[in-house]
T-cell receptor, first 113, second 110 residues
């Protein structure tokens, strides 16, 4: 079975500061890794994904995440956050050949001016 | 292409009633999955349908059921509603790669 742990339920940060949202997973088989973002009263939007290849993946809005197999982590980072990044962020895993996503509990990122 | 659409967006029901939620996937997508999101339990997988067949099922009671039609549209039904069924129900459709989520249906059970 797979599981996902997001170590911080809330992360407050000032605008233009760097941020890291932590995600660790547990799985006995190979998995694919995802970060989703959810803005208030909306569904989930895919932010970035790791399927294979380079362990560093980037999104179009400045976020990046690094897959670390030895530490079973997939932390999300952004060097300079904006007010508009305020949202809830979910880390998820999916087993190859299966469509079921297993989500972490989420991290609420609050960016303050 | 239009995104995943879910109807209705908001719903209020009374305990004991039943409810049907609808999901229209992105055109060409044949896989539809349903998730329940609550503050206490987070995001949990309900079931997945592919080509009108249930392919995976999460750990939910039999009161939760679903189906998929030949045009890939999917419905989920919850019978004998309980207060704990109040949640945001999210539908996702998938092509060969990633899943795309709809805006969800917020169900409130009173």
């Amino acid at each position: 079975a797979q599981s996902v742990t997001q170590l911080d339920s809330q992360v407050p940060v000032f605008e233009e500061a760097p941020v890291e949202l932590r995600c660790n997973y547990s799985s006995s088989v190979s998995v694919y890794l995802f970060w989703y973002v959810q803005y208030p009263n909306q569904g989930l939007q895919l932010l970035l994904k790791y399927l294979s290849g380079s362990t560093l993946v980037e999104s179009i809005n400045g976020f990046e995440a690094e897959f670390n197999k030895s530490q079973t982590s997939f932390h999300l980072r952004k060097p300079s956050v904006h007010i508009s990044d305020t949202a809830e962020y979910f880390c998820a895993v999916r087993r190859d050949g299966y469509n079921k996503l297993i989500f972490g509990a989420g991290t609420r990122l609050a960016v303050h001016p | 292409k239009a995104g995943v659409t879910q109807t209705p967006r908001y719903l209020i029901k009374t305990r004991g009633q039943q409810v049907t939620l609808s999901c229209s996937p992105i055109s060409g997508h044949r896989s539809v999955s349903w998730y329940q999101q609550t503050p206490g339990q987070g995001l949990q997988f309900l079931f997945e349908y592919f080509s009108e067949t249930q392919r995976n099922k999460g750990n939910f009671p039999g009161r939760f059921s679903g189906r998929q039609f030949s045009n890939s549209r999917s419905e989920m039904n919850v019978s004998t509603l309980e207060l704990g069924d109040s949640a945001l129900y999210l539908c996702a459709s998938r092509d060969a790669g990633e899943q795309y989520f709809g805006p969800g249906t917020r169900l409130t059970v009173t």
